[in-house]
């Protein structure tokens, strides 16, 4: 359910204005719009660039508690907010010096990597040598391909040879010797020398990861706190923004929402306060912020509905009839009894073990519990039919399992397919109903005439020429109701689907009205005709992609019995290995497509049809942030 909200204009003068930004902010309940639409100031500015390094800092602290274990006990101090800024400015100094350690200590671990086949070594006597004339040259070479004649003609000598490679310096006063290897260059340190620089290194990596756990130990409360005010700043700078001056400068107009139900305690304040104010209903063309109010099953499916849009203020919420039918959706998607009950104890265990993850866990649990639901409906389990199976508890309750034994009920075709395309044309006169409630609601009862007439049409027709494919007799005085209702709805479809074009004074213009009403119902015939098969057909992955993840699942059985090797406990453990690796990768793309085409399912076909607008305003009331 979308709230009613209430339209606040404010005049406040540059006297009051201090004050009466303070008061609303601990009232807590009004929505200020930016009037400065696109501007900034420095003040947002840094706001803005300080919560980020908040937010960077703390990601900093996480790591570092979730990847290195302290040394020592430390006790967290109180909480102050004013230390924040020093204590990021003091992670983010040993955010850099941890870089800075890592990035030396790879280039000296990689030096001393090349370094270490050629063994400890003094450079000041390869210099020597080079004042003689003789130039060292290293290489390394497969060590089948090392020659000897190397060693005659430029005193090569092998100094290493590891994993089939041959390590070996040569000499030449005539410059690069011609040798088919690959030339080595060595830094110019010894073993030693780079061990003990690695082991300094290391050291000091300790030292400053030891400082960041003792900051997140010792201080985290501070930094949380500063963020804190960080995003207060932030919220204050915006509706520093959210103003308009005028009369010279003198007085500030600002405009702002509020819930009906907060409203008599606005007022209140603001008489009190001597504001100078105005409060009436949303304009048509105003953008109102909204709130969704719904009980706790609908509630659970709203992050759902976000990666769409929130519904605008003229919109109905979508959530009351979105939630049943993508629970429904997931379900037949999934189709699997074992994989439900898998979905059903992880969501569970979330619930139960992470708290803050507790609405995600019910979620899970309700499509995880509608996927043992589908899936005990069409007989499947893990991939095991269970209507062919030869066991004696499940032959009470074989023969009502809806699968394909049952196509003679069903025009021949599958009855999950069928059943997909009802569910289907169920959601799409739900959606057109709901655009007529829309048109009602914003713009009057005729208005919705014709997008009801629709609805009344299609179920008329379906009652009259679809349950008889069925077998169901419909009685002769029933279809001449019916074909009344289809008159009545056709009357509404074809000449008031625009009433707005009888609106104009003169005969000529009402009757060039009913010829636009006329026009356009033929037009709206021609789309409904085309584009109602198209969205119904749509619904066919319900089936399609249900059984899919059926076949597949019995198809890694089959592999399991199959390539098993006949040989005990190895066969067994061959088999549960298949089976476990098949049927991972069977539940991930069963669970991405359950997700996915629901979600396409109803954002594409169902919205359309309901006419959901979206884009949505959230309501976010200017208030103080708490810890």
């Known amino acids: 359910m979308i709230l009613k909200m209430k339209k606040l204009t404010f005049l406040v003068t540059n006297k009051e204005y201090d004050k009466f930004i303070s008061d609303i ?58 230390e924040g800024v020093s204590l990021v400015e003091q992670v983010e100094k040993l955010v850099a010096a941890e870089n800075d350690i890592k990035h030396q200590l790879d280039a000296v671990e990689k030096d001393y990597n090349l370094m270490e086949p050629w063994g400890e070594f003094s450079w000041e006597t390869i210099h020597e040598l080079e004042k003689s004339g003789y130039v060292p040259y290293f290489y390394s070479v497969g060590t089948k391909q090392y020659k000897a004649e190397w060693a005659e003609k430029f005193f090569a000598t092998a100094v290493n040879e590891l994993n089939k ?64 005010e960080a995003e207060n700043d932030i919220a204050l700078s915006k509706v520093h923004l959210s103003n308009e001056s005028i009369a010279g400068d003198q007085v500030k107009l600002m405009i702002g929402w509020s819930l009906e139900e907060n409203a008599p305690q606005i007022v209140d304040y603001l008489e009190k306060a001597g ?190 020429f679809g349950l008889p494919a069925f077998g169901v007799v419909i009685p002769s005085f029933l279809q001449y109701i019916l074909y009344a209702l289809i008159a009545v709805a056709a009357f509404g479809i074809y000449f008031l689907n625009n009433p707005a074009a009888y609106a104009k004074e003169g005969s000529l213009k009402k009757m060039l009205g009913v010829g636009m009403n006329l026009g356009s119902g033929l037009w709206a015939t021609y789309g409904m005709s085309t584009g109602l098969l198209g969205d119904l057909l749509s619904y066919i992955r319900l089936f399609a992609l249900g059984l899919t993840g059926g076949v597949l699942g019995s198809v890694f059985n089959s592999l399991a019995m199959d390539m098993s090797p006949n040989i005990p406990v190895f066969h067994e453990v061959v088999m549960l290995l298949i089976l476990l690796f098949g049927h991972g990768i069977n539940f991930g793309l069963c669970m991405i497509s359950s997700f996915v085409h629901p979600m396409r399912l109803t954002f594409v076909e169902y919205f359309k049809n309901a006419e959901f607008d979206g884009n949505g305003k959230e309501y976010t009331p200017f208030q103080e942030v708490k810890n």
């Open 165 to 228: 490679k041959t390590y070996f310096v040569a000499f030449s006063k005539e410059g690069d010797p011609d040798i088919t290897a690959e030339r080595i260059y060595l830094p110019e340190e010894s073993l030693s020398e780079m061990s003990v620089k690695i082991k300094s290194l290391n050291e000091q990596l300790l030292e400053v990861r030891e400082n960041l756990l003792r900051i997140n130990a010792e201080s985290r409360a501070s930094i949380l706190a500063g963020q804190v």
């Open 275 to 464: 504001i100078c104010y105005e409060i009436a209903d949303p304009d048509f063309d105003d953008d109102v912020p909204i709130k969704i109010k719904n009980n706790k099953f609908s509630s659970l499916f709203e992050p759902i509905l976000r990666m769409y849009s929130l519904p605008n203020y003229h919109d109905i919420d979508p959530l009351p009839l979105f939630a049943p039918f993508f629970m429904l959706f997931f379900g037949l998607c999934m189709g699997d009894l074992g994989y439900g009950l898998i979905i059903t104890a992880i969501s569970l265990l979330i619930m139960f073990k992470k708290p803050d993850l507790k609405s995600y866990g019910m979620l899970g649990a309700l499509l995880g519990g509608m996927t043992c639901i589908c899936g005990f409906i069409t007989g499947t389990f893990f991939g095991i039919n269970l209507a062919e199976v030869d066991w004696a508890f499940m032959k009470p309750i074989q023969p009502y399992f809806i699968n394909d034994s049952m196509k003679e009920h069903f025009f021949g075709y599958s009855p999950m397919m069928v059943i997909s395309v009802i569910i289907g044309l169920i959601q799409v006169l739900i959606g057109m109903t709901m655009a007529g409630c829309k048109a009602v609601k914003n713009y009057g009862f005729i208005y919705g005439v014709g997008k009801f007439s629709w609805v009344l049409a299609l179920v008329s027709a379906v009652i009259l």
């Open 25 to 82: 902010r601990e009232l807590g309940a009004i929505h200020v719009d930016m009037l400065q639409q696109g501007a900034t100031s420095d003040e947002l500015t840094s706001a803005l660039s300080l919560a980020d390094r908040y937010k960077q800092a703390i990601k900093a602290l996480d790591f570092a508690q979730e990847s290195y274990t302290p040394k020592n006990q430390y006790t967290a101090k109180p909480a102050n907010a004013k």
